[in-house]
């Protein structure tokens, strides 16, 4: 069981706005920064948003991060074949004194 | 270029060690936060632990599941971290990543991982 929780699936057609929620609690996600991590299929994990809301230089103006208390949200619009992949969500927890995962979601175009 | 490549991984029996190494190249090794990630067969990312820069003490910080069994360091002058594993059990069999961490800026990138098969 994952301390932060994401649906276990989304989907989309090519061009549509998707978003992925990730709920946590005060001592992570309401205390601290978000981040996205993508997983394309048999590669490691890139990250996607840092500080909630910050992309990375080479990152598609497509994804974008917010946050709002206990809870974040990864949105990607213009869908296209290639975002097809394993999302997760990170922060630090105070309480574990630790970094927490979401337990991942994973993106269909359909 | 920025790069970080893991290797050590292999098969090995329950209760034994092992020891993976992070070899980084194309930035300043020594000003960065180190730290391990692992992922189980289908399963989803993990925390496994970290090492502090110099500046910051250089200290270490280790998941619940690891702790007491997993010891982290580095070698500045050789940019290298290094995942020592002890009294490994089947529940640590996953591909192990290393990647930096600076400032609050993520962690990036990411290494090609190395797996690790604890069997009997």
């Known amino acids: 069981q994952s301390v932060l929780t994401q649906p276990p699936s989304a989907s989309g057609t090519p061009g549509q706005r998707v978003t992925i929620s990730c709920s946590g609690s005060s001592s992570n996600i309401g205390s601290n920064s978000v981040y996205w991590y993508q997983q394309l299929p048999g590669t490691a994990p890139k990250l996607l948003i840092y500080r909630n809301n910050q992309r990375p230089s080479g990152v598609p103006d497509r994804f974008s991060g917010s946050k709002s208390g206990t809870s974040a949200s990864l949105a990607i619009s213009g869908l296209r074949s290639e975002d097809e992949a394993d999302y997760y969500c990170a922060a630090w927890d105070d309480s574990l004194s630790g970094w927490v995962f979401g337990g991942g979601t994973k993106l269909t175009v359909l | 270029e920025v790069q970080l490549v893991e290797s050590g991984g292999g098969l090995v029996k329950p209760g034994r060690s092992l020891r993976l190494s992070c070899t980084a190249s194309?930035?300043?090794?020594?000003?960065?936060?180190m730290s391990w990630f692992r992922q189980a067969p289908g399963k989803g990312l993990e925390w496994v632990g970290f090492?502090?820069?110099?500046?910051?003490?250089?200290?270490?910080e280790y998941a619940a599941s690891v702790k007491g069994r997993f010891t982290i360091s580095r070698d500045d002058s050789k940019s290298i971290a290094y995942l020592q594993m002890n009294s490994l059990k089947t529940e640590d069999t996953a591909v192990y990543y290393c990647?930096?961490?600076?400032?609050?800026?993520?962690?990036?990138?990411w290494g090609h991982g190395t797996l690790v098969t604890v069997s009997s």
């Open positions: 090492i502090r820069s110099k500046t910051y003490g250089g200290t270490t």
């Open positions: 990647t930096r961490e600076r400032f609050e800026w993520g962690f990036d990138p």
């Open positions: 194309g930035f300043s090794f020594g000003d960065y936060t």
